[in-house]
């Protein structure tokens, strides 16, 4: 993977309170791919693999770091659960029998 270094200039006192932040992340680097991944995974604007990626860690760590924070990971909405529902009604007869 190709990467591109960006130059960024912040005001100090956002610098410090990024810094002091309880976030994962042992560099200032690192605190910002992490931070900036989750904005753009909440924001829909990447996926949760672009974010994980983007974050460098695994999709199971950077799903364990969304739990943490209370984000989900996986929207799953009541209009998914109501098809579901419907899916499986409608199904129903299919299921092999034990």
């Known amino acids: 993977m190709n990467q591109i270094a960006i130059n960024m ?24 791919k992490l931070n900036l991944s989750i904005g753009l995974f909440v924001s829909k ?15 199971s760590e950077f799903i364990n770091i ?8 996986i929207e799953y909405t009541e209009e998914m659960y109501e098809d579901d529902l419907k899916f499986m009604s ?6 092999p029998s034990v």
């Open 45 to 59: 604007d990447i996926s949760l693999g672009k974010a994980a990626q983007l974050a460098g860690k695994s999709l």
């Open 66 to 73: 969304l739990n943490h924070l209370n984000i989900p990971a």
């Open 9 to 32: 200039y912040l005001p100090e006192d956002v610098l410090l309170e990024i810094n002091a932040l309880h976030i994962e992340g042992k560099t200032l680097e690192d605190k910002l």
């Open 90 to 95: 409608n199904h129903e007869s299919e299921r």
